[in-house]
């Protein structure tokens, strides 16, 4: 009894150390969602709004802002979007070093011309990429989100579901954060900040 | 055609899953088929039991099943539902040990490397066949998977999602074959009697029925991962969410009660000892 106590005590000794180093060690935590050990590095062959072929190696030493959605949505996307236009204002001259991609979903409706309209809404950084299907469910598999089509109304209107989530890169293309629209702004610019520094 | 034989595909291949259920099926009906030689083969229900069981693991981790069930809640309590439920259940109704036993290839391994693995799996075997700890894992792995943080890292990550539904079916297939094992003494040792099994099947139901009318009965959405990943289809959050909690709740919760109408069924038929098989019910299957 007394033999197994201090067995256990010894153990509990032993533990208050490795603790304490562990959380030593570990760097700051990130406010958003770190996915550094969780998602693979960035990677795709699509095409950009301006019509020319591009690969993920374009945007190296670049932080990337990545995210899913479809010029025709009517909530999602213009806030998602209009909030990292607001992160980027923040970040003053950081902002050079940042590229949104926005990838359609809707490649159907949205052309190379909606696209360009759509993002020049929002910035110079804000890319619009579009690819056929099988480029576009590459992409989506390897990021694990997806998309799907509603039934079309009377005057061939049909809702997107998509993912509302931004994927960010660091400078290296090495996936580091999932920023869900749930995040406070000032979590996302401290975060985007610290990536680009 | 050629569009369903699509949906037959895997999402996406793993061949741990291929080698499991391939391999799984092959050395059963080979053994069956020499067991079958020497007179000594189950009848047809065990081998359909298993059958179905390796098949329904296949269909819901390697078809395009397997896509609905990351992207939707619902449909992914139903693939854990056969995982860690139906399909683990069927395979151990089937008894199919001896039958895979015989099926093995005549391989040598050196003494020096099977004995201590052996002893190795035998000690883990025991450790978690322990009539604590195995019902406490078999709820505690459904609660781990459902923490909506650990959850939204499970439905991210790739290699997270393969041990979340590799450790659902081998604690499936570990479990079930605990409680519905239709001999309660073999060689003389002691294994768990069908009273301690039924106060577990028992006890194993209430913290998932309570789980499920969480989920179901929850007024906002708990796992956000599939708002942020994207759904299959565009299906409102809080009814996948209501679905997918009755699933957890219901039909999970009948598994126990499908097991300990088994367990009585055992009972009536004067199993549980080897020793003393009760006649016509056992045989077809030999030793």
Same mark, same amino acid.
């Given at each position: ?133 099988? #480029? ?38 090495? #996936? ?13 610019? #401290? ?7 | ?20 259920? %391939? ?42 099943? /397997? ?31 001896? &039958? ?103 006890? %194993?139901? %209430? ?11 929850? /007024?906002?959405?708990?796992?956000? &991962? ?35 109408? %088994? ?25």
């Amino acid at each position: 009894m007394t033999d197994s106590r201090s067995r256990l005590r010894r153990v509990l000794l032993w533990l208050i150390p490795v603790v304490l180093l562990l959380t030593a060690c570990g760097e700051p935590e990130w406010r958003t969602k770190d996915i550094s050990n969780l998602m693979p590095s960035l990677a795709f062959e699509l095409t950009s709004e301006t019509g020319e072929a591009v690969t993920a190696e374009r945007y190296r030493g670049q932080v990337v802002l990545m995210f899913f959605g479809f010029t025709h949505c009517p909530d999602i996307c213009p806030v998602t979007l209009g909030r990292l236009k607001a992160v980027l204002g923040q970040l003053d001259d950081d902002a050079e070093d940042v590229t949104v991609l926005f990838v359609t979903v809707d490649p159907k409706r949205d052309d190379l011309k909606a696209l360009r309209q759509y993002t020049s809404a929002f910035g110079e950084e804000f890319v619009g990429l579009r690819g056929d299907r099988q #480029a576009l469910d590459t992409l989506t598999k390897r990021y694990r989100v997806t998309y799907g089509y509603g039934e079309p109304d009377a005057s061939g209107n049909y809702s997107v579901s998509h993912s509302s989530a931004v994927f960010a890169f660091d400078r290296q293309g090495d #996936a580091r954060l999932l920023i869900r629209d749930s995040d406070p702004m000032e979590a996302v610019v #401290a975060d985007v900040r610290r990536l680009v520094q | 055609m050629t569009e369903y034989l699509y949906y037959l595909l895997p999402w996406e291949f793993g061949l741990s899953w291929l080698v499991f259920c %391939v391999g799984g099926l092959w050395l059963y009906y080979r053994g069956l088929v020499r067991r079958r030689a020497r007179g000594i083969a189950p009848g047809v229900w065990r081998p359909l039991a298993f059958t179905v069981g390796m098949v329904g693991i296949y269909a819901v981790s390697q078809t395009h099943y /397997d896509y609905l069930a990351q992207y939707m809640f619902f449909t992914h309590r139903i693939q854990h539902l056969v995982m860690h439920h139906a399909a683990p259940f069927l395979i151990a109704l089937s008894v199919p040990w001896p &039958v895979l036993a015989s099926g093995l290839p005549e391989w040598r391994v050196p003494a020096g490397v099977s004995k201590p693995a052996m002893a190795l799996l035998r000690g883990l075997y025991r450790v978690l066949q322990n009539p604590v700890l195995a019902p406490v894992l078999f709820v505690g792995l459904i609660y781990f998977w459902l923490i909506p943080s650990v959850h939204f890292d499970a439905m991210l990550s790739r290699w997270l999602y393969d041990v979340m539904n590799w450790s659902m079916v081998i604690d499936g297939i570990l479990f079930w074959w605990l409680m519905l094992d239709p001999v309660t003494t073999k060689g003389g040792l002691a294994r768990l009697g069908f009273g301690a099994r039924l106060v577990i099947l028992w006890l %194993v139901m %209430v913290p998932q029925i309570a789980l499920g009318a969480y989920i179901a009965l929850s /007024d906002r959405v708990l796992f956000d &991962v599939y708002a942020v990943c994207g759904r299959a289809w565009p299906l409102a959050p809080l009814t996948d969410q209501q679905i997918g909690g009755l699933v957890t709740w219901i039909p999970a919760a009948m598994m126990s009660v499908l097991g300990i109408l %088994v367990l009585i069924g055992y009972w009536l038929a004067g199993r549980g000892d080897d020793r003393a098989p009760a006649a016509g019910l056992t045989t077809t299957e030999g030793a």
